[in-house]
């Protein structure tokens, strides 16, 4: 049976309510091909065209609300599929993430995307997978106005009739099961150690409670023990996500880990499902009709998309990503200029890490001139590269694309609506898009005047030194080719750099959250043989660089590995497979127009420095555009729904061009407007 309202209307800010009375009902033959078929006359051609899916629902709404009968015949085929099914699964399974763990979970993903999990007809999620049975139902789903569901649903009396002994056992046994989980899941030590030993008896006081209430004979149903106890459940749910909220917010200042982070969600999500189920079970007429629609929209988005490998990492790895991108972006701070101070003291930075630059860029070109196997080839370049990396960090100096995977965070964060709890601040983004684009022309051309003069000249002094050149002839020739974009895969090669640029600054960040949520610092002062081993002063030291320092230098040694070892792969499985670095490539450029004795056509020069420029466009273009897209999700941001920022990127751009080259005089933002 269902309950239906005496008048269906929609209730603003999710909070549908609805008073029930009770109309019998009977079950209906073919009442599956009957709601498959509906559903089949409200989806769109197009399952983007939201307006053609809520133009198409309005008329069925319309239909129904006209003939009863209609409404009758729907209500039937409903019931009769709540009657004959096990709802158990649907409501303590789907749309929550499985209790294996991040990787088995993932694994068991990939096999049922090659061959899907079998579903039997007494599953009601195989009712659900029947009438939703397009992969993008899901898209008008979620993209009909819930208002437009409210109605619907409340026109059906959704709410189930209490007297049905059936469906209360089947409530009743998901109450019992999902409560069981939320204290064994509460109880965990990621969950624990981040809050008070009284907070977390709010996870047994549910489970008391609940087991207390399936206790209760049947008789005494809907007295006044019942809804006491049902409300007692309710409230000691609401401590839990008390804590829940709690942990989360710690995680900016102890960090997290991914078993935390699966953890977090999946009792969030069990929580949210528990409270659906008190909610019809408290029989006290009325139904929050909106957390209803939630849950259905749920259901149907998880079975559409259950094995889709791409949602469920995104999904599970938010929030860590969200504390990857936070702890990067504190490096990413002194990668964005202000004032024209700080703009001249980048440029001064970036010239000295240009030093660096040109000696790791004969280094480099002299290993390749010893003979020697491809592996210790790759493994000596990934050394030269790493050792000049952390050369550049220690001395303070600046390697210009490096910049994009840190600032990327510092963009994001500054229309960030998880730390201002208001809408995006889009137009403090554009400015700091503006202080960006000015940070990164003072760093290339920082690194760039100096790499090509001074390794010029290195490559004269090591002829001069020893009367051999560092490259000569066709060899010379072909650092000057390979960063020609027509005669060569260079900005493909970029691309690929640009992306190795990207993971090291997600590893620095995964490295620097480490050692905050693992409490490397403290366990190191508490370590007795690191106590013996060092002086208080040299101990003082190390634990300040690990705590400061020991993401970037990891950074640095997997990005040196990465770019060292690219061109190893790549012969080795015959794939076009390199890098192409902005300030190497200069480097080797000098190189080889030495090498050449300046016997190169004006026009092919120029074609090998235009080659140079694009591949640094397209290292800060990929590095960047991956570190901004990472940063942005984890905060929960999607800039297709604030369509204005172009607009008011362009009209900043139009009145202040100046200030995407230079650093301006301060000014105030509401000239953006």
Request: hydrophobic fraction near 45%; proline fraction near 3%.
């Amino acid at each position: 049976m269902f309950r239906l309202s005496k008048k269906p209307a929609i209730v603003p800010e999710g909070e549908a309510k609805q008073q029930a009375i009770i109309l019998p009902l009977h079950t209906a033959n073919r009442s599956l091909d009957y709601l498959v078929e509906l559903i089949g006359k409200v989806r769109p051609e197009n399952a983007r065209d939201i307006p053609q899916a809520e133009l198409r629902f309005k008329a069925l709404l319309y239909q129904i609300n006209l003939e009863r009968s209609s409404l009758f015949s729907l209500r039937k085929a409903l019931l009769s599929q709540f009657l004959k099914t096990n709802i158990v699964t649907a409501l303590t399974e789907s749309g929550i993430i499985s209790s294996r763990g991040f990787l088995p979970e993932l694994l068991g993903k990939l096999q049922h995307k090659l061959l899907p999990e079998l579903l039997t007809k007494d599953n009601f999620l195989y009712v659900i997978n029947k009438i939703f049975y397009k992969k993008t139902d899901h898209i008008w789903v979620d993209g009909i106005e819930n208002g437009l569901w409210i109605q619907f649903f409340e026109l059906l009396g959704i709410q189930i009739n209490m007297t049905e002994p059936a469906l209360i056992k089947q409530l009743q046994a998901s109450l019992q099961i999902l409560s069981y989980r939320v204290t064994v899941l509460g109880l965990e030590k990621e969950i624990t150690h981040r809050s008070d030993n009284l907070e977390n008896l709010a996870f047994l006081e549910q489970n008391r409670l609940a087991n207390q209430y399936l206790q209760l004979p049947q008789t005494i149903a809907n007295t006044d023990t019942h809804r006491m106890l049902l409300a007692g459940i309710t409230e000691a749910l609401h401590n839990c996500n008390q804590i829940i909220f709690k942990v989360k917010d710690q995680r900016f200042v102890y960090g997290t880990s991914l078993a935390q982070t699966y953890m977090l969600t999946r009792l969030q999500q069990q929580i949210n499902r528990l409270f659906i189920i008190l909610d019809v079970l408290d029989t006290d007429n009325y139904f929050n009709t909106y957390r209803f629609v939630t849950y259905f929209k749920t259901v149907v988005h998880n079975e559409n998309r259950k094995n889709s490998i791409r949602e469920y990492l995104s999904e599970n790895t938010g929030y860590l990503a969200y504390q990857i991108a936070e702890h990067g972006g504190r490096t990413g701070e002194k990668f964005i200029t202000t004032t024209r101070k700080e703009f001249w003291q980048m440029f001064k930075s970036a010239a000295g890490g240009g030093i660096i630059i040109s000696f790791i860029g004969v280094i480099k070109n002299l290993l390749a001139k010893v003979v020697m196997a491809p592996f210790w080839h790759g493994f000596l370049y990934s050394t030269n590269y790493s050792l000049g990396f952390i050369l550049i960090q220690d001395t303070g100096s600046t390697l210009a694309t490096k910049q994009p995977a840190y600032t990327a965070n510092n963009v994001a964060s500054s229309f960030d609506v998880q730390k201002i709890g208001e809408h995006p601040d889009l137009r403090n983004l554009a400015i700091t898009i503006g202080k960006v684009s000015r940070t990164q022309l003072a760093s290339f051309t920082g690194n760039l005047i100096i790499v090509f003069p001074l390794t010029y000249i290195l490559a004269w002094l090591f002829f001069a030194a020893t009367g051999v050149k560092i490259a000569t002839g066709d060899a010379a020739h072909k650092l000057l080719t390979d960063q020609q974009p027509l005669h060569s895969f260079a900005w493909l090669y970029a691309c690929f750099t640009g992306f190795f640029l990207f993971a090291s600054g997600i590893i620095a960040g995964y490295v620097e959250n480490y050692v905050v949520y693992g409490k490397i610092a403290e366990r190191m002062r508490n370590l007795s043989s690191f106590k013996k081993r060092f002086n208080e002063k040299r101990r003082y030291k190390i634990i300040h660089y690990v705590e400061n320092n020991f993401g970037s230098l990891v950074g640095n040694i997997s990005l040196g590995f990465f770019l060292g070892m690219a061109g190893f792969i790549g012969t080795t499985f015959g794939l076009p497979f390199d890098i192409r670095h902005i300030t190497i490539s200069a480097a080797n450029t000098a190189i080889g127009y030495f090498g050449m004795d300046h016997k190169l056509p004006d026009k092919e020069l120029w074609y090998t420095i235009i080659g140079v420029m694009g591949i640094g466009f397209i290292n800060f273009a990929v590095s960047f555009g991956l570190a901004f897209i990472v940063a942005v999700k984890s905060r929960g941001i999607h800039l297709k729904e604030y369509p204005q920022f172009m607009g008011i990127l362009w009209r900043y751009f139009k009145r202040y061009p100046k200030d995407f080259i230079k650093a301006p005089a301060l000014r105030k933002a509401e000239h953006l407007r």
